[in-house]
């Protein structure tokens, strides 16, 4: 039996299940993307600067690598290239319904399989695999009087190019990795530039480099050569990285380097105070980047960190006055905790995944949920990175879900014990108790009650190893076995 699968989202989650899907044979699949083309998050932001902060030779998949990144770290449209490339190389794209969302997914017992309802119509799919991300909702704050502004205002991750910013006053509010990225553009343009910073954020430089064309050849000839390029940033990553975060050896390391950088490229005693965090390195994600601090100080910017209390026709009103803005662009991040959202997702039994995450969304191994029978998450609860490339992780999670399919064909639709799902859950909460990110600070690693539903607290070699293959005892079956006797009707 070929399971007919139904693929949520065309980012790098999807496109990576579509492929491992074709490579095995199976073409029973459908990819729907709510979005104009391919991409996921790298097909939204196309705010100026737009880049990946993991190099590129990592922030790609281990089985199509590329010899031809033009730099160490990619810009956007580099990365939204490659993976175009790489839905037409493993002819995905027939496959793939463009401007088609998912609205809801309802589990039909007696038929063992799911509805699922698209803005184009209902279909039938014994498999739900969902690859929306956790960076794919804009967050726009709840300022009073946004709607009175008199200028243009957008989202960083829905940049409007049509926006002329050269010479204008512009608003920056949010000072995360994507403000940190387009601050240095913006501020070479514009008139005057207000950075509004709630919380400064910690922020090592990026160590950037052209792979010119020399580089490119020897990539792409020398044998072996990539893969161990690969493999040196990844180790560094896994040794050093992850260590800072889990109170290890290089805690103090990050910090100084950190500081060292704020040190070097801000001169200004007092910009420097206001930049610097009072929370431990880590606990929110660090921004690296090279060219921030230094568009902080030129003379057409200013670091505001007076409270926003409204906006209002001409700017944004703080607590010590109006700064006029033509412009206001919101960099404030993503809502981040209500992964599936809002799509509608129902269970056995009529269960709400809303409903059954309403305390904080959880899923055993980031993938799978009780009495939600043959859905599978990409990307899900506790699968995001501090440290390293999440597409490392997306790979480790495709894989792990292709090691599913055959228990499908042969005992029936299969669904995690809540048992499995209770041991993983305490095993991720002791975790996560040595993480950095428990510190006291705010971060969207976390939902509204402070649980810590993003990130994966592990390495991501202890994440490959755990989800190397399905431990089927883990799992109910709708189907009885010789080997395990009856299972349904025993949840
Ligand atoms: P973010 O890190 O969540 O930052 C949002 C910013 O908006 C914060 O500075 C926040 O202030 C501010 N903000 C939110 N609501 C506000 C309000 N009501 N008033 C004032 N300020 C407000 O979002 P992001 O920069 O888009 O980045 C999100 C994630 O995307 C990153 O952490 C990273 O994982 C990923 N990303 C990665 C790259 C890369 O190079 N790999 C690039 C861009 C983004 P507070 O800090 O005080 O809450």
Request: glycine residues 10%; charged residues 20%; aromatic residues 10%.
């Amino acid at each position: 039996m070929r399971p007919n699968v139904a693929i949520i989202g065309a980012g790098f989650g999807g496109l990576c299940m579509a492929i491992q899907l074709e490579k095995a044979g199976i073409r029973s699949y459908t990819v729907f993307e709510k979005g104009v083309d391919v991409g996921g998050t790298w097909r939204d932001n196309t705010y100026p600067g737009a880049g990946c902060d993991i190099p590129s030779h990592l922030y790609s998949f281990s089985f199509e690598r590329y010899s031809s990144w033009t730099r160490r770290y990619p810009g956007q449209p580099e990365i939204l290239r490659y993976l175009e490339g790489c839905a037409d190389k493993y002819g995905l794209r027939s496959r793939i319904r463009l401007n088609t969302m998912v609205v809801a997914a309802a589990f039909d017992e007696s038929l063992g399989r799911w509805r699922v309802r698209t803005t184009a119509g209902d279909e039938l799919f014994d498999v739900v695999v969902s690859a929306v991300g956790q960076l794919n909702r804009p967050h726009l704050p709840n300022i009073p009087g946004m709607s009175s502004f008199n200028g243009a205002a957008f989202h960083s991750a829905r940049w409007n190019h049509s926006v002329d910013l050269a010479g204008r006053r512009v608003a920056v509010i949010g000072n995360g990795s994507s403000a940190a990225q387009l601050i240095p553009k913006v501020a070479e343009v514009a008139g005057h530039l207000d950075v509004f910073q709630r919380t400064p954020n910690w922020v090592i430089p990026k160590p950037d480099a052209v792979f010119g064309p020399r580089a490119r050849m020897a990539f792409r000839h020398v044998p072996f050569l990539q893969r161990a390029y690969r493999e040196w940033v990844y180790r560094y990553a896994e040794n050093t990285l992850y260590p800072a975060l889990a109170g290890g050896w290089s805690t103090d390391l990050l910090r100084k380097r950190a500081l060292g950088h704020l040190r070097e490229q801000v001169p200004d005693p007092l910009l420097r105070a206001k930049l610097t965090p009072g929370y431990p390195v880590g606990c929110r994600r660090v921004v690296i980047d090279s060219g921030f601090y230094p568009a902080l100080t030129r003379p057409n910017v200013d670091v505001v960190t007076d409270g926003i209390t409204r906006i209002v026709p001409g700017g944004v009103e703080t607590t010590a006055g109006l700064r006029e803005a033509d412009v206001i662009v919101y960099a404030t991040g993503f809502d981040t905790s209500d992964f599936l959202a809002p799509m509608q997702v129902t269970g056995r039994g009529g269960r709400q995944l809303a409903e059954e995450w309403k305390g904080g969304a959880e899923a055993y191994l980031g993938i799978a949920v009780p009495h939600f029978p043959n859905l599978f998450l990409l990307y899900g609860p506790n699968t995001n990175l501090g440290h390293n490339s999440i597409v490392f992780m997306i790979e480790c999670q495709v894989r792990y879900i292709m090691g599913c399919l055959p228990y499908l064909a042969s005992r029936g639709p299969m669904e995690v014990r809540p048992e499995a799902m209770a041991t993983w859950r305490r095993s991720l909460d002791r975790a996560m108790e040595g993480m950095v990110w428990q510190a006291g600070c705010t971060s969207w690693y976390k939902n509204a009650a402070g649980r810590l539903t993003n990130n994966w607290p592990g390495t991501t070699t202890t994440y490959r190893r755990i989800t190397r293959a399905p431990r089927p005892e883990a799992f109910h079956f709708a189907r009885r076995t010789a080997a395990t006797g009856p299972v349904t009707g025993n949840r």
